[in-house]
């Protein structure tokens, strides 16, 4: 089986910085892949990773370690909207696992 | 704009009753879509990926012969829940992969599904 883990809850405050953090055991390994989910609707693609380091993409940016099979998210200046909970996923082949999400509460 | 669609938004049915859920893409023609399930609070499970022209592939412990998936044509992959039960309620949602070098997945708006 697959086995994704994250934080169940995490809470910060505008303006600051906050990292999500995701280990995973998979069978298989095509990439990394980070999305927001608002309550009651689909997931939004955020980032991914499919070789080890750092993508940054404006306040948002994801690292990959594939030997330690980690991986976090980093939100910087945090906003109010970005109130959510973020799922990280791991493809193999061309399916898409999820962990259990991280709530994200961003307090004033 | 959106390039999945799914209908309905949200349905409301008794138990014992069967429901279709279609699954739409837009812009592309997806030989390949996917179908989860996502329970309250918790995250999304995929339950089985749906190929064109062929049968579709279930996940471990999902029954094929309670959700019967139909991918007809390259823009539509229908669920069907037969005989739903008040647990089959959830939030089912559709995707496809983008095709693009990213490769990641474009998610329908979901459905929810309540089974009284």
Not at chain 2, 19 to 44: G, H, N
Request: glycine residues 8%; aromatic residues 12%.
């Amino acid at each position: 089986g697959q086995n994704i883990d994250q934080p169940t809850e995490m809470t910060a405050t505008e303006g600051a910085i906050v990292q999500i953090n995701c280990t995973y055991q998979t069978s298989g390994f095509n990439g990394l892949f980070w999305y927001q989910q608002h309550a009651g609707e689909a997931p939004t693609f955020l980032s991914y990773n499919v070789l080890d380091g750092l993508e940054e993409k404006g306040r948002f940016s994801s690292f990959l370690s594939r030997s330690k099979g980690y991986s976090y998210l980093l939100l910087k200046e945090l906003q109010m909207k970005d109130s959510a909970s973020y799922l990280c996923a791991v493809k193999f082949f061309n399916k898409f696992y999820f962990g259990s999400g991280t709530k994200l509460n961003v307090k004033p | 704009g959106a390039v999945v669609s799914q209908h309905p938004s949200r349905v409301i049915c008794k138990s014992g009753t069967s429901v279709k859920i279609e699954c739409r893409s837009l812009d592309f023609q997806a030989t390949t879509m996917f179908w989860y399930r996502q329970f309250p609070k918790q995250s999304l499970m995929l339950m089985a990926t749906s190929n064109e022209g062929s049968k579709a592939t279930y996940e471990q412990g999902v029954e094929k012969d309670k959700f019967l998936i139909n991918h007809a044509s390259l823009t539509l992959s229908t669920l069907t829940v037969t005989s739903a039960h008040p647990e089959d309620s959830s939030f089912y949602i559709c995707s496809r992969t983008s095709g693009a070098s990213t490769d990641t997945q474009y998610f329908g708006p979901g459905t929810r599904l309540t089974v009284l």
